[in-house]
């Protein structure tokens, strides 16, 4: 079945800073998602991105489709962005809309 | 505007004991899946149905069941739970015939099994 890998699995931020999580999937995907689960447990969409940018707030995201590869980007970080970030495929050759989790980073926003 | 609903969120039972975990959203989503999330291994899909009266198996289905007589409502019942079954679970829905598949994910219920 097709992997999704996710890095850092940990990452320890100041508040303020800038970061970067990433996403590679080994095989051609036609959905991509973000999600943030916060420290309540409670999953939360951030994106829809099978390909291109989007952007939402201090928030954005790139997936390069034809490289398997997705990037999250998190700037001027906040407390309130700790949590675990997971990256969630459906891979194209699958019609049952499944999605495949990675096993997330770990984010912590010190003050 | 209720969306998904799971219940309960947390349940403690002991090994050997039928549990039913309840789903129910508000959207009229075709599409309904049950996820386990347990340390170090993300979710990962237990059942999923398309439609009312349809389902199938996940990735790890032993031991699990599932009904779904009307479209709302997915329940996923433990026949006999075991200690390994403690963990969190979590229920989806999504319309991918109206649209992107953007799955939405219930609170979540917290299972423990003693």
């Known amino acids: 079945g097709i992997q999704v890998e996710q890095s850092p699995p940990d990452l320890i931020l100041q508040e303020g800073a800038n970061s970067t999580l990433r996403c590679n999937f080994s095989d051609s995907v036609n959905n991509l998602q973000w999600f943030h689960q916060n420290p309540w447990g409670q999953l939360i969409n951030l994106f829809y991105i099978p390909s291109g940018t989007k952007q939402n707030g201090r928030l954005s995201a790139t997936t390069v489709a034809t490289e398997r590869y997705s990037l999250l980007y998190i700037s001027s970080s906040q407390t309130t962005d700790s949590g675990v970030y997971f990256c969630?495929?459906?891979?194209?050759?699958?019609?049952?809309?499944?999605?495949?989790f990675g096993s997330g980073t770990r984010l912590l926003v010190r003050p | 505007d209720a969306g998904i609903t799971q219940s309960p969120r947390y349940k403690i039972t002991e090994t050997g004991r039928q549990v039913t975990l309840m789903c129910h959203q508000t959207w009229s989503h075709s599409y309904m899946f049950w996820y386990r999330q347990d340390l170090g291994h993300g979710l990962r899909l237990i059942y999923y149905?398309?439609?009312?009266?349809?389902?199938d198996k996940g990735e790890v289905p032993d031991g699990y069941v599932v009904s779904r007589s009307k479209t709302e409502n997915f329940p996923l019942t433990l026949e006999s739970a075991t200690r390994s079954q403690t963990s969190v679970y979590f229920c989806?829905?999504?319309?991918?015939?109206?649209?992107?598949?953007?799955?939405?994910f219930g609170a979540g219920t917290r299972l423990s099994v003693l």
């Open positions: 989806a829905s999504s319309e991918p015939h109206r649209g992107p598949n953007i799955q939405y």
């Open positions: 149905s398309a439609a009312a009266d349809i389902t």
């Open positions: 969630a495929v459906e891979r194209s050759a699958d019609s049952s809309y499944k999605l495949i």
